[in-house]
């Protein structure tokens, strides 16, 4: 295995932040509904490391360092694991687990329609994330995971619909967003390459 420093680096940075929030909601720390808190915390942890899986290509390109691919897997199945914990948190939390109250969320909350379909593209992501899968899909399988841009698409219009009165920090994660995909567009990305490759001379001189 490549890079097992960084990989466990990485692996402990994802997996430390649940664990700090469910501490804190065992301490008494995270105000008078603390299972609201977690709840909104893991959807917005889902989103930041969505945008940072998104991120590891183009720095890639960038600085030519291969170590940003090799952690993309595990961050992109960190954030369906903080996902599926978004989803169980509102399933005790909020809705206590009454499934009879789904129907009248629902109506209430139109919004967590858009997060489920957001999490079955993820799910279809995460089971196809195997090498077994790229080679049993081919061609078809880089097609599949193009869905990563709807899931980002679902993931900023879920937040949108519920911070709509505060919008600040939503906006910051939107230009994220919307930067990391101009940085996908094919005359953005060949450009990358030359960039990196002007970068380096003057990395070396210094």
């Known amino acids: 295995m ?3 420093f960084w990989r466990i680096g990485v692996f402990i940075a994802a997996a ?4 700090l929030w469910l501490y804190q909601a ?3 720390v995270l105000g008078p509904d603390p299972g609201k808190v977690l709840v909104d915390r893991l959807g917005q ?7 940072i899986t998104l991120s590891m290509t183009p720095l890639q390109k960038l600085t ?5 691919i090799a952690v993309r897997r595990q961050l992109g199945l960190w ?12 399933t005790a939390f909020i809705l206590g687990f009454d499934w009879s109250q789904l129907g009248v969320e629902l109506r209430k909350r139109p919004y967590i329609i858009v997060g489920v379909l957001g999490f079955l593209c993820l799910l279809a992501l995460a089971v196809t994330s195997n090498r077994y899968s790229q ?3 081919g061609s078809r399988w880089r097609k599949l995971h193009r869905l990563v841009y709807v899931v980002l698409g679902f993931g900023l219009l879920h937040m949108l ?9 939503w906006v910051i994660y939107a230009s994220i967003g919307a930067l990391l995909l101009v940085l996908r567009l094919p005359p953005v990305t060949r450009r990358i390459p030359r960039l990196a490759a002007k970068k380096a001379p003057s990395e070396r001189k210094a």
Not at 79 to 90: D, I, M, N, T, W
Request: one cysteine or more; glycine letters at 8%.
């Open 161 to 169: 619909w519920i911070v709509r009165a505060d919008l600040k920090e």
């Open 26 to 28: 065992w301490a008494d």
């Open 16 to 19: 430390i932040w649940p664990l």
């Open 45 to 51: 942890g889902a989103l930041v490391l969505l945008l």
């Open 64 to 68: 030519g360092w291969a170590g940003w």
């Open 79 to 90: 954030c369906f694991a903080y996902v599926v914990l978004h989803l169980s948190g509102y």
């Open 2 to 4: 490549r890079y097992p």
């Open 135 to 137: 080679r049993r899909l």
